[in-house]
Structure formats: C-alpha cells, structure tokens
C-alpha cells in the first residue's frame, strides 16, 4: 500500500491550495483509518496541521485553524486538505499519514510554496 500526495505548488500570499492523499494497493482502504496532514519546513520539526478520524471528527493546529479545511472519501481512498488564506509561514512540504494504533503510514510529501 502507498500513499500518494499531490496539489502543493507555488501560490501568493492570500491564495489557495488543495491537497489529495490516495491511498493505492492491495491493503489501499483508508476507512478504518485516521487521516492526518504534516507538514515539515526547513530546519523545523514535523508538525501535525490537522487529522480527521475514522468517525469524521477532526482536529487542527492552532496555525490553521479557520483557514484549512479537512476532508476524507472513502470511496476513493483519499483525503483532501482545502488551505485558504494562506500565508509565507505555511510554506512547507506536507505529508499525508494513514494511522491506526501503532501503525503509522506515511506518504512521500508534496511541497507548498507562499510567496509575500
């Protein structure tokens, strides 16, 4: 099973972004799962930006909070970031998680860029 990133991209301040996470593969379903986004700027540690459960509910850094959005279908094996609002600071390479209890899943990281 793989996780698959993509939408990151170069925006201006103020503009927005949607990030998708798909997972593929045999063992590929991500129903039973908590979704999460990371991201990891420079030189910085990796960061939680928001996770939604397998139940629907979620949770958002702080930073976000009111400006990203996140979403999961789990008849397509993805879950979606909406960024809004964005600022420089968000400028990172977010990475998609797929976890239950101790099993973490990582995706390979898509590179979002803000410029002022």
């Known amino acids: 099973v793989q996780l698959q990133a993509s939408g990151g991209g170069l925006v201006q301040a103020g503009g927005s972004l949607r990030l998708s996470c798909t997972a593929s593969?045999?063992?590929?379903?991500?129903?039973?799962?908590?979704m999460g986004w990371y991201r990891q700027a420079p030189g910085k540690q990796r960061d939680l930006v928001a996770v939604?459960?397998?139940?629907?509910?979620?949770t958002y850094a702080d930073s976000v909070e009111g400006r990203f959005t996140i979403s999961r279908d789990n008849a397509k094996n993805t879950v979606y970031l909406q960024m809004n609002s964005l600022k420089p600071e968000d400028t990172a390479v977010y990475y998609c998680?797929?976890?239950?209890?101790?099993?973490?899943?990582w995706g390979q990281g898509t590179q979002v860029t803000v410029s002022s």
């Open positions: 998680k797929r976890s239950l209890l101790n099993s973490n899943l």
């Open positions: 593969g045999s063992s590929g379903s991500i129903f039973r799962f908590n």
């Open positions: 939604i459960r397998s139940d629907g509910t979620t």
